[in-house]
Antibody, heavy 120, light 107 residues
Framework: EVQLVESGGGLVQPGGSLRLSCAAS????????MSWVRQAPGKGLEWVAS????????FYVGPVKGRFTGSRDNAENTLYLQMNSLRTEDTAIYYC?????????????WGQGTLVTVSS | DIQMTQSPSSLSASVGDSVTITCRAS??????VNWYQQKPGKAPKLLIY???SLQSGVPSRFSGSGFGTDFTLTITSLQPEDFASYYC?????????FGQGTKLEIK
């Protein structure tokens, strides 16, 4: 059974940093692109970042470029999101999702999410 | 970035009804569209991929169609568990975008 479990969320002040983790199990982690998707309270979904199997390619949504860095440890089956210079508008639930790239691409499995609150 | 304009933003229907949600892309995106269902407090769940392919385990009352710029998600014979929010999602460009969502409520 595919499982994705996020952790690392919490309350942080504006300008602060936080690192999110996503522990994967039930599939060959090293064979899949992985992504982060966020959802601000009461709002819709926003794709944040995608990381290739070998970290050879990474893509980010505009508002987080230069502040967020996605990475992965294939030996530990773990995805990370390092978030620096956090802003109040980064407050959201952050989901990790497996990206199946075959047949046009889709997020076929999601974690339960971890809440990040940026506030003074 | 490719904009996905989803409508309506909310919809009321009764159990047994059929409903259609639409999504329009700001440029042609072939069939690079997925649809997700999200219930309150839960993660999204993939329903339809590549515009019209049903994800494994999803009931056949869900269907998708479209190519180019206009896409639809249709749910026939609504069940109580179908009342949720729905999102379209494009993967044509590497800068993925979602529609703003449709909240389906019980009438």
């Amino acid at each position: 059974e595919v499982q994705l479990v996020e952790s690392g969320g919490g309350l942080v002040q504006p300008g602060g940093s936080l690192r999110l983790s996503c522990a994967a199990s039930g599939f060959r982690f090293s064979s899949y692109w992985m992504s982060w998707v966020r959802q601000a309270p009461g709002k819709g979904l926003e794709w944040v970042a995608s990381i290739k199997e070998d970290e050879g390619e990474k893509f980010y949504v505009g508002p987080v470029k230069g502040r967020f860095t996605g990475s992965r440890d294939n030996a530990e089956n773990t995805l990370y999101l390092q978030m620096n210079s956090l802003r109040t508008e980064d407050t959201a639930i952050y989901y990790c999702a497996r990206l199946e790239v075959a047949r046009r691409g889709r997020f076929d499995y999601w974690g339960q999410g971890t809440l990040v609150t940026v506030s003074s | 970035d490719i904009q996905m304009t989803q409508s309506p933003s909310s919809l009321s229907a009764s159990v047994g009804d059929s409903v259609t949600i639409t999504c329009r892309a700001s440029q042609r995106i072939e069939n690079y569209v997925n649809w997700y269902q999200q219930k309150p407090g839960k993660a999204p769940k993939l329903l339809i991929y590549a515009a019209s392919s049903l994800q494994s385990g999803v009931p056949s009352r869900f269907s998708g169609s479209g190519f180019g710029t206009d896409f639809t998600l249709t749910i026939t014979s609504l069940q109580p568990e179908d009342f949720a929010s729905y999102y379209c999602h494009q993967t044509y460009s590497t800068s993925y975008t979602f529609g703003q969502g449709t909240k389906l409520e019980i009438k």
